[in-house]
T-cell receptor
Framework: GDSVTQMEGPVTLSEEAFLTINCTYT??????LFWYVQYPGEGLQLLLK?????DKGSNKGFEATYRKETTSFHLEKGSVQVSDSAVYFC?????????FGAGTTVTVRA | SAVISQKPSRDICQRGTSLTIQCQVD?????MFWYRQQPGQSLTLIAT?????????ESGFVIDKFPISRPNLTFSTLTVSNMSPEDSSIYLC?????????FGPGTRLTVT
């Protein structure tokens, strides 16, 4: 079946540091890929998406590129802020189902 | 987008008891989903609940353990029955079509 593997956390950074969260997937066919974010006390929110190979999703300074050759969808942000502290989930949609990674907790210190 | 609320936000329950989690949406939706997130693990789909039909359960989840009601287009409940410590998880409801899903804040359940 489909699966998503994320780098383990927690990740602690200083403000303005560069953030990368690795995500790889296993799926048949051509899944769509997503990053979701969960801020403290809130529900999961879609952060960005990519629906086909080489697509780049971007939002709020975050970017991720759909790499079919490496089955990856790594999340990056060049300069994080304290407000980026959250749990980040990589996910894929395939065969009418969403499959999630385990989540990576990111804490940004001022 | 949709605004989703869940009750309770958290609870501590004794083994052998049952807990019903409520999910309320601010607009009418066809499809509602229930997920479980066990500590340190992914979100796992429990079942899909469409109004007017029986819920569809994923492999490993059964109606006797996780009965679901869907009385109208804005509300659903999930009951966790005869709880054991292994049921300690965050339970989330979501609404939407295909990949475009919106999630509630979750219910954190601890079973002692």
């Amino acid at each position: 079946g489909d699966s998503v593997t994320q780098m383990e956390g927690p990740v602690t950074l200083s403000e303005e540091a560069f953030l990368t969260i690795n995500c790889t997937y296993t799926a048949t066919g051509y899944p769509s890929l997503f990053w979701y974010v969960q801020y403290p006390g809130e529900g999961l929110q879609l952060l960005l998406k990519a629906t086909k190979a080489d697509d780049k999703g971007s939002n709020k300074g975050f970017e991720a590129t759909y790499r079919k050759e490496t089955t990856s969808f790594h999340l990056e942000k060049g300069s994080v802020q304290v407000s980026d502290s959250a749990v980040y989930f990589c996910a894929l949609y395939n065969d009418y189902k969403l499959s999630f990674g385990a989540g990576t907790t990111v804490t940004v210190r001022a | 987008s949709a605004v989703i609320s869940q009750k309770p936000s958290r609870d501590i329950c004794q083994r052998g008891t049952s807990l019903t989690i409520q999910c309320q949406v601010d607009s009418q939706v066809t499809m509602m989903f229930w997920y479980r997130q066990q500590p340190g693990q992914s979100l796992t789909l429990i079942a899909t609940a469409n109004q007017g039909s029986e819920a569809t359960y994923e492999s490993g989840f059964v109606i006797d353990k996780f009965p679901i009601s869907r009385p109208n287009l804005t509300f659903s409940t999930l009951t966790v029955s005869n709880m054991s410590p292994e049921d300690s998880s965050i339970y989330l409801c979501s609404v939407g079509e295909d990949w475009e899903q919106y999630f509630g804040p979750g219910t954190r359940l601890t079973v002692t």
